[in-house]
T-cell receptor, first 118, second 115 residues
Framework: GAVVSQHPSWVICKSGTSVKIECRSL??????MFWYRQFPKQSLMLMAT?????????EQGVEKDKFLINHASLTLSTLTVTSAHPEDSSFYIC??????????????FGQGTRLTVV | AQKITQTQPGMFVQEKEAVTLDCTYD???????LFWYKQPSSGEMIFLIY??????QNATEGRYSLNFQKARKSANLVISASQLGDSAMYFCAMRFSGSARQLTFGSGTQLTVLP
C-alpha cells in the first residue's frame, strides 16, 4: 500500500526556537497534503491543507505565521512551528492520498511527530 | 453542518468476543466516504476499512466489518474475535465530496481487550 513518511517522530525544543517537520509520500505524488494536530486524549483536528506550488489553506483559528507550510515538491510538505512555546506541544500528523480514483477512498498518515516545547 | 459523533469514550471487550464501536454522522451531502482508523499508543494512524455512500454492500476487511445504515446515518465498526493487540483508540472519519479531500474525525473510542 501507499506509504507516507513523517520525520522526526519526536522532538524536544526550547521555547522560542523553530521546529521543522517533514512529510513525504514515498510511492505516489501528492498535490495536496493535510496537517493535523492532536492533543492528548483528543481527536485529530485539521490545521491546514498543503498545496503543491501554491499557498497553504489554514483552518479558522490556526495562525499561518506560526505554522509555516511549504509544499515544494509533489512528494514533500513541511510544517515549521516558529517561535515555539509550551502550548504548541502536541502531536502533529500529516496525511496524503494517492492521485486519481484512489484519492477518494484512501488516506494515509505519517507516523506523527510528538513535539515537546520546554 | 457536517459532523461525526462517537458516543462511546471507552469500551471493554473480552478476548475472542466481538465488539461494535458506534459512529453516527450528519451531512446533507449525498456523496461521502466513511473511514475507520486504529491509533495505538505509538500514535500512528492505521487504516482499517472504508465505506462509500453509494456502496450497496457493507465493507469488510478481515476481522473488521462496517455496519452501514445510510438512513440512520450510522457506520458502526464491528471487530470480530477480539485480540489483545486490538486495544487502541479507534476513530471514525468522514470525507465529503469536493476537491479538498480532508477527513473530519470523531472524538474516538478507547477500546480495551481483556484477557
Amino acid at each position: 500500500g501507499a506509504v507516507v513518511s513523517q520525520h522526526p517522530s519526536w522532538v524536544i525544543c526550547k521555547s522560542g526556537t523553530s521546529v521543522k517537520i517533514e512529510c513525504r509520500s514515498l510511492d505516489f505524488q501528492a498535490t495536496t497534503m493535510f496537517w493535523y494536530r492532536q492533543f492528548p486524549k483528543q481527536s485529530l483536528m485539521l490545521m491546514a491543507t498543503s498545496n503543491e506550488g501554491s499557498k497553504a489553506t489554514y483552518e479558522q483559528g490556526v495562525e499561518k505565521d506560526k505554522f509555516l507550510i511549504n509544499h515544494a515538491s509533489l512528494t514533500l510538505s513541511t510544517l515549521t512551528v516558529t517561535s515555539a512555546h509550551p502550548e504548541d506541544s502536541s502531536f502533529y500528523i500529516c496525511s496524503a492520498s494517492p492521485p486519481g480514483a484512489r484519492s477518494a477512498t484512501e488516506a494515509f498518515f505519517g507516523q506523527g511527530t510528538r513535539l515537546t516545547v520546554v | 453542518a457536517q459532523k461525526i459523533t462517537q458516543t462511546q469514550p471507552g469500551m471493554f471487550v473480552q478476548e475472542k468476543e466481538a465488539v461494535t464501536l458506534d459512529c453516527t454522522y450528519d451531512t446533507s451531502d449525498p456523496s461521502y466516504g466513511l473511514f475507520w482508523y486504529k491509533q495505538p499508543s505509538s500514535g500512528e494512524m492505521i487504516f482499517l476499512i472504508y465505506q462509500g455512500s453509494y456502496d450497496q454492500q457493507n465493507a469488510t476487511e478481515g476481522r473488521y466489518s462496517l455496519n452501514f445504515q445510510k438512513a440512520r446515518k450510522s457506520a458502526n465498526l464491528v471487530i470480530s474475535a477480539s485480540q489483545l493487540g486490538d486495544s487502541a483508540m479507534y476513530f471514525c472519519a468522514m470525507r465529503f465530496s469536493g476537491s479538498a479531500r480532508q477527513l473530519t474525525f470523531g472524538s474516538g473510542t478507547q477500546l480495551t481487550v481483556l484477557p
